[in-house]
Antibody, heavy 117, light 112 residues
Framework: QLQLQESGPGLVKPSETLSLTCTVS??????????WGWIRQPPGKGLEWIGS???????YYNPSLKSRVTISVDTSKNQFSLKLSSVTAADTAVYYC?????????WGQGTLVTVSS | QSALTQPRSVSGSPGQSVTISCTGT?????????VSWYQQHPGKAPKLMIY???KRPSGVPDRFSGSKSGNTASLTISGLQAEDEADYYC????????????FGTGTKVTVL
């Protein structure tokens, strides 16, 4: 059974870079057909797609975040990562990773990242 | 790309049916048959309930069904049960030149 687990700092200072990793278990991140994505949810608000990556390294991002987002993949560790630069309080959210086709399934449990000094 | 529009809340008694709408444009919902629906209980990760407009993943009860007409997709829950009380989000593929995904604003389903 495929499982995803997010990890990274729960507190980031304003203007710094948020870095998270998603570890995939129970299956290979190099499986063809699937992309791997990041989604976030500010407290009490809705979901926002951040971006996605294929195991080959091809990426595509939400245009609203594109200038600040980098998603990368490490097939040797079966992981993919998110970096979001120049964060502000508006980037405080639960960050989820998920496997994706044209839908997202399964999801990781999510990790809360708070931006505060 | 703007969020898809969903009603803030819907409610129904156990056993009844409720329908949640998800309205977009011809660039997202109306342009592709890639609408998915997610159920989210408080403090939990979203769970896929419907994909490709009307397909149900294995393990999802057949009380959940999806459809689409024009720029509006719908999720219907028949035979409402207490455990169906949750937030529901739609999502649509919205790519033209590059892949893009947009979520709905979310709907709180209350079982009376």
């Amino acid at each position: 059974q495929l499982q995803l687990q997010e990890s990274g700092p729960g507190l980031v200072k304003p203007s710094e870079t948020l870095s998270l990793t998603c570890t995939v278990s129970g299956g290979s991140i190099s499986s063809s057909s699937y992309y791997w994505g990041w989604i976030r949810q500010p407290p009490g608000k809705g979901l926002e797609w951040i971006g996605s990556i294929y195991y080959s390294g091809s990426t595509y991002y939400n245009p609203s975040l594109k200038s600040r987002v980098t998603i990368s993949v490490d097939t040797s560790k079966n992981q993919f990562s998110l970096k979001l630069s120049s964060v502000t309080a508006a980037d405080t959210a639960v960050y989820y990773c998920a496997r994706m086709l044209e839908h997202f399934d399964p999801w990781g449990q999510g990790t809360l990242v708070t931006v505060s000094s | 790309q703007s969020a898809l529009t969903q009603p803030r809340s819907v409610s129904g008694s156990p056993g009844q049916s409720v329908t949640i709408s998800c309205t977009g444009t011809s660039s997202d919902v109306g342009g592709y048959n890639y609408v998915s629906w997610y159920q989210q209980h408080p403090g939990k990760a979203p769970k896929l309930m419907i994909y490709d407009v009307s397909k149900r993943p294995s393990g999802v009860p057949d009380r959940f069904s999806g459809s689409k007409s024009g720029n509006t997709a719908s999720l219907t829950i028949s035979g409402l049960q207490a455990e169906d009380e949750a937030d529901y989000y739609c999502c649509s593929y919205a790519g033209s030149y590059t892949p893009l995904y947009v979520f709905g604003t979310g709907t709180k389903v209350t079982v009376l």
